[in-house]
Structure formats: C-alpha cells, structure tokens
C-alpha cells in the first residue's frame, strides 16, 4: 500500500518507465498530482458532464455509495456561522453543501427545549414560491436555504447562527526533495501527503501518470492508463 507521496512518485515513474516513457521530473510530479487528485475529488463529487436526460445524477457522485463516501470522509466537516448581512458567509475551503441545520428552541410544559432542526435547501425559484404562500411558508420549525450573492440565505429571517456540514477541498500535496550527486531525495520535511484515504492513491497516481502520457504525447501509455482508470483493472 502507498503510505507517503513519495511512494507515489515511485509508483508513478515506474510506469513511466515500464512503458518506456522519460522520468517524470519532482516539480512535474507536483503539477500532474495536483491536479489528478482534483480530478478525482470532482468525480468522487459527480461530474455534472455524465448525466443524462434519463438520469440526472453521475454514476459517482457524493453520498450516493458507501464507496464514495468512504473516498471524501476526510474531508466532510462540520462548522458553526454566524450570521453577517443578509446570510451566512461560507467558509474559504468550501466545495459542496452536505447539510445543514440550527438550533431550535420551543417551549414544552413551561420549559425551554433545545433540538436540532435541519434546513431544506431550495432553488431561488422554490423559495419565491414559498415565501409567497402561507400554507408552506418558511417558519423556525421548517426553515429553509438557498444560494444567494454567494451567501446561505436562510429563513425566516429570525435564524441568526446555523450549523453548517460541507465538503471542504483536500490541501495541495507536494513531494519536497533536495538534490544530492545529481539525484532528487526525498524530504519529509515540507512534504504534504494525499489526504484521500490510503486505498484511493493508486487510483489518483494512475490519473497522474494519464495527464504525464498526455504531456509526452505517449499514446500508448495513455490507452494503457486511461483503460485502468475506466475498469479499475
């Protein structure tokens, strides 16, 4: 099992090589695994391009699988905003919306009783119709989120603080080396490992090697890549 981002690099130019490919350079291998676990993330997500008219949903896509799932669990994170202006600010590592909720406070028998109350999201088009009839109209037990000016709108209006569960971007992996007689060593020490669990490296190595075959016009190593990604074989 690859267990550091140096162990993908070397899985990733012994393909290189076993398919008589040139080396792949570190600072090459930096860019190419970059972006291959942003595109793994995205699928992992769904890819907006694989629906259908038939079926509007990927065949990966979050929350979808146990599998999938498993692959974006450490980037699922929960976190408590405050209200600012008109809406909720999102947080800077935000990438897809999970869930959300507040907490609601009601009076039973006399005494205040707290729950945990979720929000459905809604379309700017489904909250104007909401907002414009009384029998759905949004109220603190049945409170309601949309997007707007990049903002979480919530009503009503009275909501002030909510709890916010999201997909947060994985942070950009880097394999530092230094240079010794010629060669480029392995540094720990500055190094930043794939946050993906350890069964998904493979799969993102094998997407960086397609992106290098790409870059070195190497058709052959692209087929061979390209097939692997697509049956998993």
Do not use: C
């Amino acid at each position: 099992m690859l267990s550091t981002i140096n162990d993908v690099y070397e899985f990733a130019t012994f393909i290189a090589n076993a398919q008589q490919s040139n080396v792949i350079s570190p600072d090459e291998f930096n860019i190419a695994i970059n972006v291959a676990q942003q595109q793994y993330f995205k699928t992992k997500l769904g890819l907006p391009e694989t629906y259908s008219v038939q079926k509007r949903e990927a065949p990966q896509e979050f929350q979808t699988t146990q599998s999938n799932s498993d692959s974006l669990r450490p980037f699922i994170v929960s976190v408590d905003i405050q209200k600012s202006g008109s809406g909720f600010n999102f947080p800077t590592n935000f990438a897809a919306f999970a869930g959300e909720s507040y907490l609601y406070v009601e009076q039973v028998n006399g005494q205040s009783v707290a729950t945990r109350q979720p929000l459905e999201m809604v379309t700017i088009g489904e909250r104007g119709l909401r907002l414009n009839d009384y029998i759905i109209y949004p109220t603190l037990e049945y409170p309601i989120v949309t997007y707007l000016n990049n903002q979480l709108l919530v009503d009503p209006v009275d909501i002030t603080a909510v709890n916010l569960t999201y997909v947060r971007y994985p942070v950009t992996p880097i394999r530092n080396y230094t240079v010794v007689n010629d060669f480029n060593v392995y540094d720990p020490i500055g190094s930043v490992q794939l946050e993906f669990p350890n069964l998904d490296w493979e799969n993102i190595a094998h997407i960086a090697v397609r992106y290098w075959s790409t870059y070195m016009r190497d058709g052959e190593l692209f087929n061979i890549e390209n097939a692997r990604i697509n049956t998993g074989n």
